[in-house]
């Protein structure tokens, strides 16, 4: 099982136990990955540390002082 945070700009769109497709996109050096209908992104990631699922369960939703924050879980 693979772990990874999104951030998210907007509360209420997500609730923890959701299972929602992950869309990956691509930049010239490194890809990033957008969680549902544009819920939350993702960091970039390295060509190595790519994801290869296409869909994540919500695990926690946090709300810090930089935003919140959505871990989901991977099944790889």
Do not use: C
């Not at 957008?34 to 695990?59: C, H, I, P």
């Not at 946090?62 to 989901?72: D, E, L, M």
């Amino acid at each position: 099982m693979r772990q990874m945070e999104f951030k998210m700009e907007r509360t209420g769109l997500l609730k923890e136990g959701d299972v929602l497709p992950v869309t990956e996109g691509k930049l010239p050096d490194s890809y990033y990955y957008t969680l549902g209908d544009a819920f939350a992104m993702s960091a970039n990631y390295t060509f190595r540390e790519r994801l290869t699922s296409t869909e994540g369960k919500v695990l926690e939703i946090k709300n810090t002082p930089k935003g919140y924050f959505v871990n989901v879980s991977f099944d790889e």
